[in-house]
């Protein structure tokens, strides 16, 4: 099955897919949970790319891949060997991680709460060019590290962190900060088209 039968046959195809990127701790699945709640979850899937690659990880590795998922200490100690890992993988196939995370989305709506490389926008431009919308978060740093960010090497200097730094014509730019717009008053554009996708 050649991988355009594969896509076919994994899913339904969306009307709209927002694809998310931004800085550890800058809240990017706070917002992409927003949008959720505010679509309904039978309207807006939230797919996250870094899921499947922290499972086949898990798996590969003898970890457990629970606490992988989780934001604690237990996925610090394996974040940068995690990168490591993900990036030969994807030397190997670029969309693998995007095809694992995409397989059950069924939703008119697909959120994808965690870009982190240029390969990963191309595999959705290639595969929905029609349907793709870019949207940056930003917070500060102070802000971030108040959440708990504390800057690592080999990590926060990475692909996996900067690789959308620039380069990317963002469709919306989110500053998730306590003195910015509220979040209700960004995101309406963003879901006002999402409310009009789905309902096409």
């Not at 927002?18 to 979850?41: A, H, M, N, P, W």
């Not at 629970?66 to 670029?94: C, F, H, T």
């Amino acid at each position: 099955m050649d991988s355009s039968a594969a896509l076919e046959s994994s899913h339904s195809e969306p009307k709209l897919i927002l694809i998310f990127s931004g800085k550890r701790k800058s809240g990017k699945d706070y917002v992409t949970d927003f949008i959720q709640d505010r679509l309904g979850e039978d309207v807006c899937g939230v797919v996250r790319l870094s899921a499947p690659l922290k499972q086949a990880y898990a798996q590969e590795h003898g970890l457990d891949a629970e606490q992988l998922a989780s934001s604690g200490p237990y996925k610090e100690l394996y974040r940068a060997d995690m990168i490591r890992w993900g990036e030969a993988r994807r030397l190997r196939d670029p969309g693998f991680f995007c095809r694992l995370a995409t397989r059950g989305a069924h939703q008119p709506v697909w959120v994808v709460s965690d870009a982190r490389r240029m390969s990963d926008l191309r595999w959705f431009w290639n595969n929905f060019p029609e349907q793709t919308r870019c949207v940056r978060v930003q917070s500060r740093e102070e802000t971030r590290r108040r959440r708990g960010w504390i800057f690592t090497p080999g990590v926060d200097d990475a692909e996996s962190e900067c690789g959308l730094d620039t380069g990317v014509d963002y469709h919306w730019i989110i500053m998730n900060e306590a003195d910015a717009p509220s979040l209700d008053d960004q995101l309406r554009p963003i879901l006002a088209l999402a409310a009009e996708a789905a309902s096409q």
